[in-house]
């Protein structure tokens, strides 16, 4: 079995007009599908690379499947977060999203010469993503890859990661 795009629930105009929302929900509702979304998106991972320190994912549907990722590498979990949300000294950066700006936090930390993996849920644009990949060269570390659980190829979001290999499970055409 495999995870399919019918998997997923389509909520039309969320969270703004023209927007076509891809809820996660009925996967995690679901354990064998949660089982079945782990799993693949480690092998899908590996593909990319097999030696990974950190995986990093944004608040909040990228935690969801962040730190199973980590524990597959046997590498640390760490959360991109919004504004407010980490205690200082943190680093942000700004992003656009297909329905708006928003900006993401990490702790300050040493990552020089980590090897990162990027997860999300979903690679619509690529605005997260990219942002992510540019924080985490900031600081000093190499991404090695990025890997969603979706990923909505009208959008184009692999065209800015354009220097990260990427891969998904689950392709919207």
């Known amino acids: ?5 019918d998997h997923f629930r389509n909520v039309p105009d969320w969270p703004r007009d023209g927007i076509q929302f891809k809820d996660i929900g ?6 064998g599908l949660l089982s079945l979304a782990a799993d693949s998106l480690l092998e899908e991972s590996r593909s990319l690379t097999k030696d990974v320190d950190f995986v990093i994912a944004p608040e909040a549907r990228g935690f969801l499947f962040g730190a199973t990722l ?15 949300k ?9 992003y656009e999203l297909e329905y708006g700006e928003d900006h993401l936090h990490l702790s ?26 540019s ?4 600081l000093g570390a190499e991404v090695v890859g990025a890997i969603f659980l979706a990923e909505i190829e009208p959008l184009n979001g692999r065209t800015a990661l354009i220097e990260v290999p990427v891969a998904s499970v689950v392709q919207f055409t």
Do not use: N
Not at 70 to 84: H, V
């Open 135 to 138: 924080l985490v060269r900031e």
């Open 1 to 5: 079995m495999t995870i399919r795009t």
């Open 70 to 84: 980590a524990l597959g590498y046997d590498a640390g979990f760490i959360p991109a977060r919004k504004p407010g």
């Open 26 to 31: 009925p996967i995690l509702s679901d354990p």
């Open 86 to 94: 980490l205690p200082p000294k943190t680093r942000s950066v700004a």
């Open 108 to 133: 300050h930390r040493e990552f020089e010469g980590a090897r990162v993996l990027i997860h999300d849920d979903l690679l619509a644009t690529g605005g997260t993503a990219a942002a992510l990949v």
